[in-house]
């Protein structure tokens, strides 16, 4: 099945600070989102985005499909930014959608 | 338009107890998804289900775990017998019939806890 992979793992930001996260996947996607968990848990569907560019505030998101690999852009990082970044994929030969590991993001005052 | 809702949210069973969680999905959705969350983990496919039918359910465990979606009435993932390693947060999604080109929607998850 596909596999998705993110980066960093880890990220500790001042607040302020411009931050891009990385997520790659071994095959071709017709399902790309991006979700940001936050501290208590929930999940915030930030990005559906199997191809092209989007922007959404402070946040955009950018996905090359033939290069298998999608972007996450947050500017002028927030504290409310802490939490999990999850990218999550989907392949045209299965309907499951995997998600990677996920980015540890802190944004300190 | 009401996303997709899960219950209860925090549901805290004694080992050897059986765990009901409900999803009902989106208004004109008609898939729905289970998944789960161990603690510091990312989130894990275990079922996905049409209504009246399980599609794939290639993550569920071999034993304890059942899901089903009747015509009428939301989602229910059964969990007989509860062991603490049973202890995580379940994620309910669902999308409308076109799946192929559309995002699925995450309810807020029901934290389990096994005592």
């Known amino acids: 099945g596909i596999q998705v992979e993110q980066s960093p793992p880890d990220l500790i930001l001042q607040e302020g600070a411009n931050s891009t996260l990385r997520c790659n996947f071994s095959?071709?996607?017709?399902?790309l989102q991006w979700f940001h968990q936050n501290p208590w848990g929930q999940l915030i569907n930030l990005f559906y985005?199997?191809?092209g560019t989007k922007q959404n505030g402070r946040l955009s998101a950018t996905t090359v499909a033939t290069e298998r690999y999608s972007l996450l852009y947050i500017s002028s990082s927030q504290t409310t930014d802490s939490g999990v970044y999850f990218c999550?994929?989907?392949?045209?030969?299965?309907?499951?959608?995997?998600f990677g590991t996920g980015t540890r993001l802190q944004v300190f005052p | 338009n009401a996303g997709v809702m899960q219950n209860p949210r925090h549901l805290v069973r004694r080992r050897g107890q059986e765990a009901r969680l409900r999803c009902s999905p989106m208004?004109?959705?008609?898939?729905v998804y289970w998944y789960r969350q161990l603690p510091e983990e990312g989130l894990k496919f275990m079922v996905y289900?049409?209504?009246?039918?399980?599609?794939?359910e290639s993550g569920m465990p071999k034993e304890r775990f059942s899901a089903e979606f009747p015509k009428e009435g939301p989602s229910i993932l059964r969990i007989q017998q509860v062991v603490r390693g049973d202890s995580a947060a379940y994620f309910c999604?669902?999308?409308?019939?076109?799946?192929?080109?559309?995002?699925?929607?995450f309810g807020n998850g029901t934290r389990l806890t096994v005592t």
């Open positions: 999604a669902s999308s409308p019939l076109d799946r192929g080109a559309s995002p699925l929607h």
């Open positions: 095959d071709s996607v017709n399902n």
């Open positions: 985005i199997p191809s």
């Open positions: 999550a994929a989907r392949s045209y030969n299965t309907d499951k959608l995997i």
């Open positions: 208004k004109g959705h008609s898939h």
């Open positions: 289900l049409q209504k009246e039918n399980i599609i794939d």
